[in-house]
């Protein structure tokens, strides 16, 4: 499979944060189980926002991965991927 496409980098900017997320969720939840994790995010949607900013810090990695290995149009899938995650951001913390 040809690497240098948009579509693949957009799938590990959108696979990144999922992974992300269970570590934040692991790192600063630890204590509660996970579907109460996920019930209390789905009743604060500022504290969801929080968590997902945190999740989205780990596109980084593909990135930076992509860039440095001139593949643009993957880093590209990746950048269209956060800015996607950053527009939920926006919505769940001043929308809903």
Avoid at 14 to 41: A, C, E, K, Q
Avoid at 63 to 74: A, V
């Amino acid at each position: 499979m040809k690497r240098n496409v948009p579509l693949f980098g957009f799938a590990a900017g959108v696979v990144m944060p999922v992974i992300g997320f269970f570590i934040v969720y692991l790192i600063l939840f630890h204590n509660y189980s996970f579907g109460d994790f996920t019930r209390y995010l789905m009743r604060t949607h500022d504290k969801a926002a929080t968590v997902l900013s945190l999740s989205i810090l780990m596109n980084i990695i593909p990135f930076i991965f992509f860039t440095n290995k001139r593949l643009d149009l993957s880093a590209r899938g990746v950048l269209i991927a956060t800015i996607l995650y950053a527009v939920l951001i926006v919505l769940l913390k001043f929308v809903w």
